[in-house]
């Protein structure tokens, strides 16, 4: 049983894709901990700084982190944590800035202030400041978008930031979009077990209703399981309910690489068989969300699933729903199934960005987003490369499906595709299709020809284009028929002859005020002559927290006209998330078909409270619901119900847990919020007194050390015995996660290995171990001879050089000739200036210093090089 929101109307009511975010669903405690962490994607206009930037959520505001928010937005400010004080200056050496928590101190804009203590809250990694006080010390307004866990980012004056994305502009150079650079980390590989410790989602019901006269008591059950099993990745579902006959279980096995490393010659990243999805093919078939059979493809895991479509997929547990923002409209919307998953099939992809979001609500006011990003003009076959997905399985309804599809990278500008397909007919015949393509990139410009031909002798032709204008993405195709039928063009008496489809759709303004706007029209001539349109239109409003929506489809069919529209709005106020919307008719007649209005207040230790209130109005039926719901530490549980004025009521109460072993203390770990259908890292960091990258002997843990994972800074620290547990990992991805040598108590602390690459995968914890070791330095000043004298000459290149003659490190010396190299591990180096240095400058120098760094750590001083001009000075 679900408290209403107003979302799951809408969807249900309105195909047209129109957006109302929900209210957020964290709580507030008092004090910084996990249990009001929450995650933010940070936003700088188009570019995603960072996908996760910590803050808490405290009572009515949210505190954010000052060092990682001076990092991302490239700001000359430095913290100290454990002494809670940073320090620098902002934009220009003579505005400085600096701040003494402890002592209440700031000083910033050229003046000095007592800080209100409320407003600062110390954590061993980070000085975190409320939003609205943040926001007046830097020179940024930042906008939290809650319900979809976003910050956005409005710079009042230009930042260090914005003028190096302005010159990477202007020189095209590449780069990834807010900056982050591939660290060149080592790939670590997570072994694959015969058979893993499973994580499990689990939610336990019972409810008790009288709908219509009826009575009806339930209590139901139901787990998804993921692990290693024989050497690959399983996952399974199981549901028991005695009142639902498609209950039962389903098991998928198989493996994901994002390096294309399976079946050797294959190339596969892709391998599953069990219960698994198969794909579509545009104007063939949709895709199949599940069934029993197999798949094969080494289709890139970070690109769509087709040209320009794209299909989303994953688990979705009892009782939860989930909304599908596409460039922040929403377009689809979808509660939990009896097969426990979710599955929007075939989206269409536009010109230039395309950004998906999953926002999933569970039933005691969990909330959790996923991201998704692609730009479909860089989705192009490399030259050479061939692309392939292979599949069949069993559907839902027992009917078989097959496919087998190839793209083929023809040079930078063309790609050819082809392949065949069986699908179910509509009178339980199976059809064979075979298809060809060929895509076009030109600058701005997609440019399409496909062609489909049936086994019954139907066929299909279509050209269409894609392009961008301004802030405007444009599609437009042009389809012609004969004799065809598939599941898009179904059988008909007065079938399909030719198809006109147009798309339009992108967003006006920014900042804090924009304006998501789409338009679709589509255009069939019939084999008799007639004509059916429709039309689909939709604007948004987002401005200062509130968010309004209006949306309009008219049709055309065979001359009878239809339409209908709906309006939504949301706001918070003062701590409670309001929603309503309106959905009517208009033509044949003009009627009121539903209201609809929906609240939640966060309470105090992590308890939320939901109301809601439906009007229907064909039905006259009214209905109030209510819930009180605990989201957030170890374990979910709510209590919710509903009465109406037609005397229904229903009374449940539902109860969630998810639950994992970290590996190395075979410590159980249970959280409310969902963990299957994630990966997860256990991390040991210790002193390494050894030298051999294992901990043992007089080894010691490091506790209190940080890391970064994907460029961000991570909530999670070591514990005393030295070991962090990073959960959540996003899974069949490369993730970087480096250890953060700032968070090491003592600065001659060094990693052997700076950081790893690692690809989580769902119910597998990677184990990583940092070997740190004290590290030595070098100092000393560089001269020059010249004419009979010796004197102190800069700018000279130094290297120190390992016995394998690998330069390890380098530096170049001050103006006044001194030169300091730390961060040395032990060892025997040779110190020299640059060979290539001296052989463009004509010196020659005089030998190299042996430096040698002992297991505690060395400090040499006064280790001096000369050089001298070719002639001998």
Request: hydrophobic share 40%.
């Amino acid at each position: 049983m679900q408290v209403f929101r107003a979302g799951a109307l809408a969807a249900g009511l309105l195909l047209l894709p129109v957006a109302l975010p929900a209210a957020p669903a964290l709580a507030a405690p008092l004090q910084a901990s996990e249990s009001n962490l929450v995650l933010l994607e940070v936003r700088l206009g188009n570019q995603v700084l960072s996908d996760a930037v910590n803050g808490y959520e405290i009572g009515r505001e949210v505190f954010l982190p000052l060092g990682e928010l001076a990092r991302l937005l490239t700001l000359a400010i430095r913290v100290t944590p454990g002494e809670g004080r940073a320090s620098g200056y902002i934009l220009s050496e003579d505005r400085v800035f600096s701040l003494d928590v402890p002592g209440r101190e700031l000083h910033a804009g050229g003046r000095v202030e007592e800080i209100d203590r409320a407003q600062f809250k110390l954590q061993p990694d980070e000085i975190y400041v409320a939003s609205k006080l943040l926001a007046r010390l830097l020179p940024v307004d930042l906008d939290i978008d809650m319900p979809n866990l976003a910050l956005r980012v409005r710079p009042r004056e230009q930042l260090p930031l914005q003028a190096r994305l302005a010159r990477r502009e202007r020189g095209g150079q590449a780069g990834a979009a807010g900056g982050y650079a591939d660290p060149g980390y080592p790939r670590l590989a997570t072994p694959y077990r015969l058979a893993g410790v499973p994580v499990i989602d689990q939610t336990l019901g019972l409810s008790t209703s009288k709908v219509g006269g009826r009575r009806q008591s339930e209590a139901w059950y139901s787990g998804y399981l993921t692990a290693d099993l024989l050497g690959m990745e399983a996952s399974l579902y199981a549901s028991r309910n005695r009142h639902d006959p498609s209950a039962g279980a389903r098991l998928t096995l198989g493996r994901n690489d994002p390096d294309a490393g399976l079946l050797g010659p294959l190339h596969a990243r892709t391998a599953l068989f069990g219960s698994v999805p198969l794909p579509g093919v545009p104007n063939i078939s949709f895709s199949s969300p599940t069934g029993d059979g197999a798949v094969l493809s080494n289709r890139p895991l970070n690109q769509p699933t087709s040209f320009d479509r794209h299909t989303l997929q994953g688990a979705l547990p009892p009782g939860w729903d989930v909304e599908l923002f596409y460039n922040d409209a929403l377009v689809g919307f979808q509660q939990s199934r009896a097969d426990g998953k979710y599955s929007f099939e075939d989206l269409p992809l536009a010109y230039g960005p395309n950004e998906f979001r999953l926002v999933f609500h569970g039933p005691l006011g969990q909330l959790r987003v996923e991201r998704q990003n692609f730009l479909l003009e860089q989705s192009a076959v490399p030259r050479g490369a061939l692309f392939y997905d292979l599949g069949a399985h069993r559907d839902l309804l027992g009917r078989e499906r097959a496919l087998a599809q190839f793209e083929w990278g023809v040079n930078e500008r063309f790609n050819l595709l082809g392949g065949w397909q069986r699908v179910p007919g509509f009178d339980g015949s199976v059809r064979s299709y075979a298809n060809a393509g060929l895509r076009g990139y030109w600058n701005s410009l997609i440019a399409t020809v496909d062609a489909v031909k049936a086994q019954d002798g139907g066929a299909l032709a279509q050209v269409g284009l894609k392009t961008r204008v301004g802030g405007v993405a444009l599609s437009a195709s042009h389809a012609r028929l004969s004799r065809f039928q598939s599941e898009f063009f179904t059988a008909s008496a007065d079938p399909v002859r030719v198809r006109d489809e147009l798309r339009a759709e992108g967003v006006i303004g920014a900042g804090s005020a924009f304006y998501p706007v789409a338009l679709q029209l589509r255009h069939d001539r019939l084999a008799s002559g007639m004509r059916n349109v429709e039309v689909q239109g939709r604007a948004s409003v987002y401005r200062n927290g509130v968010a309004l929506t209006k949306g309009l489809r008219w049709q055309s069919f065979g001359g009878i006209e239809l339409a209908d529209g709906l309006f939504q709005a949301s706001r918070r106020v003062a701590g409670i998330g309001l929603s309503a919307q309106l959905q009517y008719s208009i033509l044949p007649e003009t009627a009121l078909g539903s209201a609809a209005l929906a609240a939640d207040v966060n309470l105090n230790d992590g308890y939320m409270l939901n109301l809601g209130l439906v009007r229907t109005f064909q039905e006259r039926e009214l209905r109030a619901s209510a819930g009180l719901n605990k989201s957030l530490g170890s374990y979910g549980l709510g209590i919710n119900g509903f009465y109406s004025n037609r005397h229904d009521y229903g009374l449940g109460m539902q109860f969630f847990m998810a639950m994992g072993l970290e590996p190395r203390s075979a410590r159980v770990m249970t959280d409310a919020q969902p963990m299957a259908g994630m990966g997860a890292a256990s991390i040991r960091v210790f002193l390494d007194k050894d030298l051999n990258g294992i901990m043992d002997g007089s080894d010691e843990a490091i506790g209190g050390a940080g890391f970064i994972v994907n460029g961000a800074n991570y909530a999670v620290r070591t514990d005393a015995s030295g070991i962090a547990y990073l959960p959540r990992l996003p899974t069949h991805q490369n993730t970087d996660i480096g250890l953060d040598p700032d968070t090491l108590d003592d600065p001659q602390w060094q990693p052997r290995v700076p950081g790893v690459r690692i690809v989580p995968r769902p119910g597998k914890v990677s184990q990583i171990e940092f070997a740190v070791n004290l590290t030595g330095e070098v100092d000393g000043t560089t001269y020059l001879y010249a004419d009979g004298k010796r004197r102190a000459i800069g700018d000279l290149k130094l290297e120190l050089v390992d016995a394998s003659r690998k330069v390890v490190a380098s530096m170049t010396s001050a103006a006044d000739g001194y030169f300091v190299i730390g961060g040395i591990f032990p060892g025997e180096y040779f110190l020299r200036v640059s060979p290539e240095q001296l052989k463009r400058l004509g010196l020659t120098d005089t030998g190299m210093h042996i430096i040698t760094i002992a297991r505690d750590g060395t400090v040499l001083n006064g280790r001096d090089l000369d050089v001298r001009t070719a002639d001998g000075g």
